[in-house]
């Protein structure tokens, strides 16, 4: 199997280089990413599960769809494949804004992210894939920050920083 590879990228988004993916994850090495929030014509937040085998926030909820371009992927194209691989559609999307993030795991792992935030439109019903998505939902919003508050260890790092972001923006 061919090894997932992504960007390593400067403070300002440059790319300076490319490692394999959990090398970068292992390492802390800061990687470009993206991440996707899909509302619904009700102005509902669709939300997934992460599948419990992911390398790390298995069993979380987290925004719509996440993942990494490839070295040399536009951003977007590749936030639109991943929207396809993972959640079984695809829809309109447009960059509302970026943010850098760093985490560190129990397991011993590494977010680090330039991440590029993107919204979308669907009202239709998703077919994720089942080796990345447990479960999905469309929430609204207020529901959805309430539980972030009461409960904030089901939700995945870059999910409650992304959101409060998110609030912030005009959209």
Not at 35 to 56: C, D, P, T, W
Not at 64 to 71: A, D, W, Y
Request: proline fraction near 4%.
């Amino acid at each position: 199997m061919k090894k997932e590879m992504v960007a390593i990228v400067d403070e300002n988004d440059n790319i300076i280089g490319e490692e394999e993916k959990i090398k970068a994850h292992q390492e802390g090495k800061l990687h470009r990413a993206f991440s996707i929030f899909v509302f619904n014509s009700k102005g509902q937040m669709l939300i997934q599960k992460r599948a419990k085998e992911k390398y790390h926030s298995g069993g979380l909820w987290t925004n719509t769809c996440c993942s990494h371009p490839r070295p040399g992927e536009p951003i977007e194209k590749a936030a639109h494949r991943k929207l396809k691989e993972e959640m079984g559609f695809d829809c309109e999307i447009k960059e509302i804004f970026s943010f850098i993030y760093k985490v560190k795991f129990d397991n011993g792992l590494f977010e680090n992210e330039y991440d590029h935030v993107f919204l979308g439109k669907f009202d239709g019903k998703p077919m994720p894939d089942s080796t990345e998505v447990e479960d999905w939902m469309f929430i609204d919003l207020d529901e959805l920050k309430k539980d972030i508050k009461n409960n904030p260890e089901k939700y995945t790092h870059w999910f409650k920083i992304a959101l409060n972001e998110l609030s912030k923006v005009k959209v």
